[in-house]
């Protein structure tokens, strides 16, 4: 939340001040590490004004209102949300609003859900959605609204529109969740908020809100099989709702008219995408649409046919990989959902192919045959081995090349680490890859970043979460050889990962459990893999509530920049022939994936000296926290 205080007293800093949106610009830049974006501050300019003067004019000065209201555990923010009495029930009552600028916008392909407005280089979800999108979410995560889900409205207000400027919208469903009220309709405006709000303080209904107990994130793997085969377990947030939605008309367009579409849905670690892919193929496969999941990683796809296919074979028959398909009837699908698409291949042909099936055709374009709606979901930073090619860039000329049309979907939010993308910058700031390089960390209330000084403290306090009910993994960069071959003569698995009088075993290789330890696709998900150190290939796609990190001596901290030391990583997929630039590259995503996995914290220890003291110099120790507990 970047500022509250009553209507009343903001229309007055508003009207004598004139520094509302310098004030929100300033809270912003400390909350988010980043300036907001200059439609961002237009809106404060123009929106919060229209509605402050509403509530004002309505007499209901006394309200409180919560201006860009961060949702738990996400970056999402919602505009305003009012908080004060209920007029009839005098129990709290909280409307939230999502506020608009535009004058007119029209259904994108007749499709309500996705709207066009003329400003806007692509499509956007329809307000009346976005809002009840907010409310269902606070329902689900804040205890104040689980307690009292009635106590929630939301409402689209688009303050400069007239009714025939966004008649099409209106073929949305409205209800209490999801409303909307033109400036023309002004007058029903301030009877809707008098009917919500009572003229009384609305404080102490802030106060709870705020202070309302968060409740834990849904992790994706624990609620596969429900999210599969029953029913909706996420709430679809705003850029993730677009994509769904896209796809979903896609489908539509598909079995009307044999159209065929390719849709890319991009962001970040944590942005949703995987929770989109799985409420599409959900969705898709109740409803009898032929569909099919695929990644490139064994890991996901075997935990996948695991978890969400646990006693329905039909259902683990929906994981596939992305060289399944070379021998695949065009369009046969009407749906192929390519999750981790970073990880394509130029081809699909390895060592055990066919030569029949060895034709050299690229692995996306036998992919994008395979169905009428091929969704590729990707995130650019996370490529890891030499060959991998998922950029969006790449499948836009792939498809180009078919003469498909192709829609992207940029995902903006953070669902993982907290939900802070201040936390996400930092990560990628740190490693090089975007913007001025390391920063200070500092703290912002949404997840935690420590630093150890050793292993066995890495361990410890990792150890101690575990024993608080917490999820805890331990991951390393892949510098030391690995043990793949264990024998029976073995009563321990060999501690590969050794440092000084540390040492501790690398993740199984293969699909068997041995000596206590998981399978290897099942070491991010199963209790008993907190006993091994995960590489990128085990973590890469999954979530744990504590992410303990180890930098080896492939990357480490000399005077003012890193250093990418190639003969000091044992991964086998870095050969002589790959180039030191991209072995640079690949290194850095490693870790941004390892470092992005936390969904609450992240504890990162080095095996440099120097590199530790970098790290010490922009992150709190773990004995600081340690002590004050």
Known sequence: ???????????????????????????????????????????????????????????????????????????????????????????????????????????????????????????????????????????????????????????????????????????????????????????????YLRS???????????????????????????????????????????????????????????????????????????????????????????RGVPALHATGSQSFTKTMRKVAGARKPEVQKLFRYFNSFMEAEPNDLDVLVCDEAHRLRKTSANRYTKAALRSGRPQVAELMDAARVPVFLLDQHQVVRPGEMGTVEEIREAAAEQGLECTVVELDSQFRCGGSDAYLRWVTGLLGLEGDGPAEWEPDGKVQLLTADSPQELEDFLAAQRAQDYEARLSAGYCWKWTTKITPSMTELPADVVIGDWAKPWNLSGDRSLLGAPPAPLWATDPAGFGQVGCVYTAQGFEYDWSGVILGPDLVWRTDRWVVDRTASKDPSFTKVTPDEDVDRLVRNTYKVLLTRGMIGTVIYSTDPETREKLRSLIPPVAEVSTAE
Request: glycine content about 8%.
């Open 1 to 191: 939340m970047l500022f509250r205080e009553s209507a009343a007293s903001l229309a007055t800093r508003t009207h004598l001040e004139g520094r509302l949106a310098q004030l929100l610009s300033e809270n912003f830049l400390h909350k988010h590490r980043h300036r907001p974006h200059p439609s961002e501050v237009r809106s404060w300019e123009r929106s919060i004004p229209a509605l402050t003067n509403a509530l004002v004019e309505a007499g209901l000065g006394d309200v409180e209102m919560l201006l860009e209201y961060g949702l738990p555990l996400t970056s999402k923010r919602a505009d305003v949300i009012l908080a004060g009495v209920h007029p009839a029930t005098g129990g709290p009552s909280y409307v939230v609003v999502e506020l608009k600028q535009w004058s007119n916008a029209y259904p994108e392909d007749g499709d309500p859900l996705r709207c066009r407005i003329d400003a806007y280089p692509r499509p956007v979800l329809n307000p009346i959605e976005q809002v009840r999108g907010y409310c269902d979410y606070l329902v689900s995560f804040n205890g104040a609204l689980e307690q009292a889900p009635e106590s929630i409205a939301g409402v689209a207000y688009l303050h400069n529109a007239t009714e025939f400027g966004v008649a099409g919208l209106r073929d949305v469903t409205e209800d209490r969740r999801g409303r909307m009220f033109t400036g023309e309709q002004r007058g029903a405006f301030l009877d």
């Open 196 to 286: 919500m709000l009572a003229p009384k303080p609305g404080a102490d209904a802030a106060d709870a809100l705020i202070q309302g107990k968060v409740r834990p994130t849904r992790q994706l793997m624990a609620v596969a099989a429900e999210e599969v085969r029953n029913r909706e377990q996420f709430v679809l947030l705003g850029e993730q709702r677009l994509a769904y939605e896209t796809v979903m008309s896609a489908v539509r367009k598909a079995r009307r008219s044999n159209h065929k579409q390719v849709v890319v849905v991009a962001g970040g670690p944590g942005s949703g995408k995987s929770v989109i892919a799985l409420s599409l193929l959900g969705d898709l496969y109740r």
